[in-house]
């Protein structure tokens, strides 16, 4: 038996998503920038799916890109919003210390170009203060970038609050809200969102495409030249059966989103609580105000490769952080952010279960996280030291 527990990093196509792209791949496969019909049928199925994407989070056809994903989506909002800044004389951009690296390297990126970055800390829950948003905005300030949930510890952030703030200071707001869209309700209107990130893979569509939001007034600066496609603003052709598929995924995530987070918060919790009975063990992150499939741990004593590839064996698929820094010998700058010592930040461990899910998987996963955490403390030295007192136990 196989229990696949890490959907953060991405998620099974659904049949409906794979089913709408294979006529793209098949028949439908002419280049949407020719004239002829079987370019035209693959560019009225772009279309087709930008008006499907927009009414999904609330949006207008003409405020979607279609990308290869949630870096690129990233890095292009951020891009365009450091340009339009420097035409006004502005340099500084605030944001969070838990932010995903395409978000956070694009501005270091940016700080060597003489930008200057804030670096809001976040409570130990991992939600950031909008409060402190507001007091660090000036008139110096021409972006925030706070992402809508965080990929590793699940938190939800006061995006909307956040997005009032800005447009009371007037201030461009961009959301990497990779890990939320097709999870839960998502509305740009009503959350105040400038610009957004999505990507197809974490809401059961493929990988390798994505879309980014662009509120209308904004002039979006292009990261990829060489071609007119999505109206100038990113050039390539098109990725139509991955667009299609995209699209198709999103309408059913959202069809099924309610039914899908009550199902999911329920096995989450009984998760939660079975996992909270492993002594000198510690939820990361609030413990309500989380995605409902996400439960991350830190177990003291332990290191984390050993515990993933223990539950390897035993047919459970996790992760310790963000699969885009899996090869990463560092402790979770997460984790660190939201105050756990380096050591225990090595033995963490992040489940995110799926729609298809059972309470006989989750009972599974406890009994064999509370085996594999004993079987690692009954011969790690940093755990005998501790339980012989040499050592202070820190949770």
């Known amino acids: 038996m196989r229990i696949y527990a890490d959907n953060a990093a991405t998620t099974k196509m659904s049949k409906k998503a794979v089913e709408a792209m294979m006529p793209y791949i098949t028949d439908i496969y002419g280049n949407p920038s020719s004239l002829y019909s079987e370019g035209q049928r693959a560019k009225e199925a772009i279309e087709n799916a930008r008006e499907t994407v927009a009414r999904c989070i609330g949006a207008s056809p003409k405020e979607i890109y279609f990308t290869s994903g949630g870096s690129e989506s990233d ?37 060597k170009e003489g930008f200057e970055v804030v670096y809001l800390p976040v409570g130990a829950g991992g939600i950031v203060d909008a ?22 510890i699940g938190t939800i952030q006061p995006i909307r609050r956040i997005g009032g ?86 309408e059913e995530s959202v069809s099924n989103m309610s039914l899908h987070a009550e199902k999911l918060t329920s096995l989450r919790d009984r998760l939660m609580r079975g996992l909270n009975e492993i002594p000198h063990s510690a939820l990361n992150g609030d413990p309500v105000q989380r995605l409902p499939s996400n439960a991350n741990f830190c177990f003291e004593g332990i290191e984390g490769e050993s515990l993933l590839l223990l539950l390897d064996d035993k047919g459970i698929s996790a992760s310790s952080g963000s699969a885009c820094t899996s090869g990463s010998l560092d402790p979770s700058h997460v984790l660190l952010a ?23 998987q989750v009972d599974y996963i406890i009994e064999s996280v509370k085996e594999v955490v004993s079987y ?20």
């Not at 409060?131 to 706070?146: G, N, P, Q, S, Y």
């Not at 974490?202 to 990988?207: A, Q």
């Not at 461990?349 to 059972?358: E, I, Q, V």
């Open 75 to 111: 890095n292009q909002a951020i891009l365009t919003a450091a340009a339009n800044g420097k035409k006004e004389g502005k340099i500084k951009i605030i944001t969070d210390a838990i932010e995903h690296h395409a978000v956070l390297h694009t501005l270091r990126k940016l700080e």
């Open 131 to 152: 409060d402190e948003v507001e007091k660090a905005i000036d008139d110096r300030t021409f972006l925030v970038t706070v992402m809508y949930a965080n990929n590793e």
């Open 165 to 250: 703030i800005c447009i009371n200071k007037k201030v461009v707001f961009h959301t990497d809200a990779v890990q939320a869209v097709g999870h839960i309700p998502v509305s740009v209107v009503d959350d105040n969102i400038d610009m957004m990130s999505a990507s197809a893979h974490k809401f059961h569509g493929p990988k390798g495409v994505g879309f980014l939001y662009v509120k209308k007034g904004i002039r979006l600066h292009n990261l990829i030249e060489g071609g007119a496609q999505e109206r100038g603003k990113r050039a390539g052709t098109e990725n139509v059966p991955g667009i299609v598929a995209c699209a198709a995924a999103l």
């Open 338 to 360: 939201i105050g756990r010592p380096h050591d225990v930040a090595h033995g963490s461990l992040r489940l995110t279960l799926g729609n298809d899910a059972t309470e006989e």
């Open 376 to 395: 690692l403390r009954g011969f790690s030295p940093v755990w005998r030291d501790l339980c012989a007192g040499k050592s202070k136990f820190l949770l």
